[in-house]
């Protein structure tokens, strides 16, 4: 395959593991809460993601590339998004259909687009910003319920939408760290970055956890065949969601990421027992239409 369509493969396999991880990460919070069930993607992901370090330095025979200027900036930038967006979704989950508040996060690729344009000038044309919109119209369908203006009040749609803004200016921040490096292949680059990533936002939350929230972390530890599997799959969708950003601009990788919310609505039916109406399955065509027209631009 052409390596300027892999981000393609790339991010349908991110989609597919993320669902699985959030799966595990809500069921999580009802044990040990939304700052442990938060942290279990960083600290439980950490020495995953470090594997997978070793081996694609040893797959590419490269050394650890240069940081240059603006890493820094870029990964501590996305590093906070990215945990407080976190956190915001799994609150919101506790509140709402899995699926459905999955739906409102998957609004990120608007906020993506106008991110990327504004941070790391990234370029948005007329027919992405279109399939963009489709997509966006199909997941806005899918969140609402006629009469209502949420299924449990305003604050779970706030939170995720909230969540949506953290997760978009996370991943152009990160596609500007992995960017901001000077040398290294993608592979190399990508993985570099989620590491140190994970290794910052996990400093972090131990340092809370340990001052603040110190039976979130025993919880989370206690629970660690769930923690260590919500970890792996973490690690792994973020390796995925990296590798994408490397290879294409962010708001290519959010819009195409899009699907999750086919895959969410599957895992809702099956693990949840949570039905998917009409409006939802509509809302999920547009989602479809929107990323077939960007596939295809793509191609």
């Known amino acids: 395959m052409d390596i300027t ?8 396999a991110a989609a597919v593991v993320q669902t699985g991880r959030n799966a595990l990460q809500r069921d999580l919070t009802a044990r040990i809460g939304t700052i442990g069930a938060t942290q279990v993607r960083f600290l439980f992901g950490l020495p995953f993601a470090a594997l997978f370090l070793v081996a694609a330095l040893a797959a ?28 915001l979704m799994l609150a919101a989950m506790r509140e709402r259909a899995f699926s459905v508040v999955t739906a409102y996060v998957k609004t990120e690729p608007v906020l993506t687009a106008l991110f990327a344009i504004a941070v790391i000038g990234d370029p948005v044309t007329g027919p992405m910003l279109a399939a963009i919109a489709v997509a966006t119209a199909g997941v806005i369908l899918v969140s609402h319920t006629p009469g209502k203006l949420t299924a449990g009040g305003l604050r779970p749609a706030l939170l995720g ?10 991943a152009v921040a990160f596609r500007g760290a992995i960017l901001a490096f000077e040398d290294g292949g993608f592979l190399v680059r990508a993985t570099t970055a989620l590491v140190a990533a994970l290794l910052l936002q996990t400093t972090i939350l131990l340092v809370y956890l340990l001052a603040f929230d110190r039976r979130a972390l025993a919880g989370s530890l206690r629970e660690w ?58 809302g999920m065509a547009l ?13």
């Open 5 to 12: 369509l892999l981000w393609i493969p790339i991010t349908l």
């Open 60 to 87: 590419t025979g490269e050394a650890l590339p240069r940081p240059g200027e603006g890493f820094v900036g870029f990964l501590v930038v996305g590093a906070l998004a990215q945990i407080a967006a976190t956190a």
């Open 287 to 299: 989602i479809v239409a929107g990323v077939g027209a960007l596939l295809w631009k793509a191609v």
């Open 225 to 282: 065949r769930g923690s260590s599997t919500a970890g792996f799959l973490g690690a792994l969708a973020s390796q995925f969601w990296f590798l994408g950003f490397a290879l294409t601009s962010a708001a290519n990788v959010r819009t195409l990421a899009l699907v999750e919310v086919v895959f969410a609505q599957i895992v809702s039916r099956r693990l949840f027992a949570q039905a998917t109406t009409l409006r939802e399955l509509a």
């Open 161 to 170: 939408l909230l969540a949506a803004g953290g997760f978009g200016l996370s």
